[in-house]
């Protein structure tokens, strides 16, 4: 792996991380049986939006790192028909401007119910197809390594992944400075429980994924087989490292799911953020080994 390629690492972690945001405020306004209090729900539709924009500029900011003349980026747009890098960028465009206008109608409290809802189930829709159309730009027939079923599960879970632990710190920041959300503490809790054992969950398959992708590959043999052994080679270390990060992560997932939260609410909350570096650091060496591991194949 090239050092031209980490800004791509950080470019598709962080525009997955806003989609996921996009996903969980989605998930806290209509789905009524979470039984998420309104003074808690209000006060959420107010914080994420302020998260995903500059989530998004960081992004935007990796991917001009990743090229040589950042001033002809505009020239992939010219081939949405034939391109997935073309529709990917479009796709992202879409969802930048939708969270910008949710975050500008939050800000300057404005628009409709209605009209929000719109906002947050387009920008949803756009985000679960930008992750699609960024997955596909990698499944490329001549890189096997990248061109497998686990590339777009892997992305489609980081993002869930990072929506449900921001949206369970922000939660948990939301109970502790607003009275009126404190006073459905024990509904609050049981969302969090929830959170915990859907983020351990996620982890897990996330981490299975990764394993059976590796035996998949091993087992195809030729350019898959030699791709894997040759990331091996280079990084002996970085997948048993990204591993027992994830197990780290998988176990405090599980204690914050189970303690109860009235009681210790700042160990509760470093619980969260603990969990939140150990999966940041779990995907970010995934990410990683994902483009270490390019071979090509044919032309």
Same mark, same amino acid.
């Given at each position: ?15 997955? $991380?806003?989609?996921?945001? $996009? ?33 998004? %500029?960081?992004? @935007? %900011? ?27 960028? +479009? ?18 409290? %404005? ?41 777009? %599960? ?12 921001? +949206? ?17 503490? @024990?509904? @609050? ?111």
């Amino acid at each position: 792996m090239t050092r031209n390629e980490w800004p791509l690492v950080f470019f598709t972690l962080l525009i997955q $991380m806003a989609v996921g945001i $996009m996903l969980a405020l989605t998930m806290v306004t209509f789905i009524d049986q979470l039984n998420i209090p309104q003074d808690a729900q209000d006060s959420i539709r107010i914080t994420l939006p302020r998260v995903i924009l500059p989530i998004l %500029i960081l992004g @935007v %900011i990796s991917a001009s790192l990743h090229l040589t003349r950042p001033g002809n980026a505009r020239l992939a747009m010219t081939n949405l028909k034939q391109s997935w890098l073309s529709r990917e960028m +479009l796709l992202g465009i879409m969802f930048g401007l939708l969270s910008s206008t949710l975050w500008l109608f939050q800000l300057l409290e %404005i628009g409709s119910p209605a009209m929000v809802g719109i906002l947050l189930w387009a920008g949803t829709l756009s985000g679960i197809l930008l992750l699609y159309g960024m997955s596909r730009i990698y499944m490329l027939r001549t890189v096997p390594s990248w061109n497998t079923w686990a590339t777009p %599960i892997s992305f489609i879970i980081t993002a869930m992944l990072f929506g449900a632990l921001i +949206l369970s710190f922000a939660m948990g920041i939301t109970v502790q400075t607003d009275s009126n959300a404190a006073s459905s503490l @024990v509904e @609050v809790e049981e969302f969090l429980h929830l959170m915990g054992w859907g983020s351990a969950i996620l982890l897990s398959v996330q981490l299975l994924v990764a394993f059976l992708r590796d035996r998949y590959l091993i087992w195809k043999g030729g350019v898959s087989r030699e791709s894997i052994q040759l990331r091996k080679q280079r990084y002996p270390r970085l997948g048993l490292l990204r591993t027992i990060f994830g197990l780290l992560a998988i176990g405090l997932c599980t204690l914050f799911a189970l303690q109860p939260y009235s009681s210790t609410t700042f160990i509760f909350q470093g619980v969260i953020a603990s969990t939140f570096l150990l999966v940041l650091a779990s995907e970010t060496i995934g990410r990683f080994l994902f483009y270490a591991s390019f071979k090509r194949h044919g032309l």
